[in-house]
């Protein structure tokens, strides 16, 4: 489960008030959850939708194996600080990728997969790690990149969580559910 907004509107990066415990962010849930979760407005539906059209082109592409963190103004309560809904969502896709010649590859064959397209296809602003190599000292300063990357607010560098979801989830539920609202600018 994902923790309530704090006073900042904000996910806490711990629940609780045991800084040392285990029950801290990322917060793993499934793709439904998440949806449910922030997808309260008609803004936030429709990049939801880009999302999980992204998930499914990955995994057309071959790309199962592996998570998301997802975070960014997103997860955040930005319609109440900042009086605007988010732009996109933020992610950064942890896959299984075998070696420098697949990622050139999925470069190559893929390039919507990652910033700046992504934003632009799928209203998610996204980045690549491969996991398909050693836990060296490089791949371990990629994941430290990343995670103390979003677990701080840009601009205030509040200390702040987010979300982790596995590729392999409940979209099709998911997806299901964005499909019960009625989007206006797509009535006829």
Request: glycine share 6%; charged share 25%.
């Amino acid at each position: 489960m994902i923790p309530d907004f704090d006073i900042h509107g904000v996910v806490p990066p711990i629940r609780g008030e045991d800084g040392t415990a285990f029950d801290r962010s990322p917060y793993p849930v499934d793709m439904l959850t998440f949806c449910r979760r922030f997808g309260g407005s008609i803004a936030r539906r429709r990049i939801l939708r880009g999302f999980i059209d992204l998930r499914a082109a990955m995994r057309q592409s071959g790309l199962v194996d592996g998570f998301q963190w997802v975070d960014g103004s997103f997860v955040e309560d930005v319609e109440r600080l900042r009086n605007l809904p988010p732009q996109d969502v933020d992610v950064v896709s942890f896959v299984a990728i075998e070696g420098p010649a697949a990622q050139r590859k999925l470069l190559n064959d893929q390039p919507e997969f990652f910033a700046p397209a992504s934003k632009d296809r799928f209203s998610v602003d996204h980045y690549v790690v491969p996991c398909g190599q050693r836990f060296d000292e490089s791949y371990h300063r990629h994941v430290v990149y990343w995670y103390s990357m979003w677990s701080h607010q840009r601009e205030s560098r509040r200390w702040k969580g987010f979300v982790s979801i596995a590729l392999a989830s409940n979209d099709a539920d998911a997806a299901k559910w964005l499909g019960s609202f009625v989007d206006p600018t797509e009535a006829t």
